[in-house]
């Protein structure tokens, strides 16, 4: 089966947690990568007042590419441990997958 990307988009608060929960578990997900966004749209809670003016909210967005069973299994793992945290998620599938050393 072909390796698939998944994307965990969350709030700031709980980033770094769920980063520590993936780097406990090399055996599902062996790397990953992170970077700022703004969450946008009605599914975005704004609480703080410079939230209220622009119209968005910082998030953290988390990527890695893996197995597709192995990440399913990850994301039971986060469930488990953050089943309130508010992160939302998606998997896509991979055309290709190297490394240009």
Same mark, same amino acid.
């Given at each position: ?6 994307? %965990? ?6 980033a =770094? ?8 578990h090399?055996?599902?997900?062996s790397g990953? *990568?992170?970077? %700022?966004?703004?969450g946008h *749209?009605?599914?975005?809670?704004l609480?703080?007042? *410079?939230?209220l003016?622009? *119209?968005?909210?910082p998030?953290? =967005?988390?990527?890695?590419v ?5 990440? =399913?299994?990850?994301?039971?793992v ?8 508010n992160?939302?998620y998606w998997?896509?599938p991979?055309?290709?997958?190297g490394?240009?050393?």
């Open positions: 089966m072909p390796d698939v990307v998944l994307t %965990l988009v969350m709030p700031t608060d709980v =770094q947690q769920v980063e520590d929960l993936l780097l406990e090399p055996e599902l997900v990953f *990568g992170t970077s %700022l966004v703004d *749209g009605s599914a975005v809670q609480v703080e007042p *410079g939230e003016v622009s *119209g968005h909210s998030r953290v =967005q988390i990527q890695t893996g197995d597709p069973d192995r990440l =399913q299994t990850m994301l039971r986060i469930r488990e441990h953050y089943p309130h945290a992160i939302f998997l896509a991979t055309l290709e997958v490394r240009i050393i």
